[in-house]
T-cell receptor
Framework: GDSVTQMEGPVTLSEEAFLTINCTYT??????LFWYVQYPGEGLQLLLK?????DKGSNKGFEATYRKETTSFHLEKGSVQVSDSAVYFC???????????FGTGTRLKVLA | DAGVIQSPRHEVTEMGQEVTLRCKPI?????LFWYRQTMMRGLELLIY????????DSGMPEDRFSAKMPNASFSTLKIQPSEPRDSAVYFC???????????FGPGTRLTVL
């Protein structure tokens, strides 16, 4: 079945460090891929998305590239800030269906 | 745009009591989802409505859980009777069916003592 695997956290970084959160997936068909972010006490917010192979999603300095050959969608940011501290979820949606498959989430803590 | 609205934000109740969670989706969205989030199980889809009709309720844990969507602007998730293992954060999300992006509400944190 379809699934998403993301690296376990927590990830603790110093401010201005480089961030990578790994995400790999298995899916039948051609999924759309998403990164959602959840700040403390809030719901999930869409951070970025990519709908086909080689697409790059980007937002707020975060980037992820849809890699079909490695079935990956790793999240990166060149210089993290304390305000980026949150839980990050990788997710997929197989085209034409309503279901999202979410990863387990990766908690990021950025220290000043 | 007000976003997805959920109420209450926090609910503390005793085992055996009935609990009703409420959701107002974004105006114009015709798909609605209820999720449950726990540390142990992560984010689980409970039920999906399209055009107010329940399409997939396979994630509803047991008969104690029920959900309704009487109109396009309101949905409820009811637990009767509640149990301590129901303690979790419950999220409602909505979207326009033709687009993939789901918009989440702030969640209801339920504690069953």
């Amino acid at each position: 079945g379809d699934s998403v695997t993301q690296m376990e956290g927590p990830v603790t970084l110093s401010e201005e460090a480089f961030l990578t959160i790994n995400c790999t997936y298995t899916a039948t068909g051609y999924p759309s891929l998403f990164w959602y972010v959840q700040y403390p006490g809030e719901g999930l917010q869409l951070l970025l998305k990519a709908t086909k192979a080689d697409d790059k999603g980007s937002n707020k300095g975060f980037e992820a590239t849809y890699r079909k050959e490695t079935t990956s969608f790793h999240l990166e940011k060149g210089s993290v800030q304390v305000s980026d501290s949150a839980v990050y979820f990788c997710a997929l949606s197989v085209g034409g269906t309503y279901k999202y498959i979410f990863g387990t989430g990766t908690r990021l803590k950025v220290l000043a | 745009d007000a976003g997805v609205i959920q109420s209450p934000r926090h609910e503390v109740t005793e085992m055996g009591q009935e609990v009703t969670l409420r959701c107002k989706p974004i105006s114009g969205h015709n798909s609605l989802f209820w999720y449950r989030q726990t540390m142990m199980r992560g984010l689980e889809l409970l039920i999906y409505f399209n055009n107010n009709v329940p399409i997939d309720d396979s994630g509803m844990p047991e008969d104690r859980f029920s959900a309704k969507m009487p109109n396009a602007s309101f949905s409820t998730l009811k637990i009767q009777p509640s149990e301590p293992r129901d303690s979790a954060v419950y999220f409602c999300a909505s979207k326009i069916a033709v687009y993939n992006e789901q918009f989440f509400g702030p969640g209801t944190r339920l504690t069953v003592l």
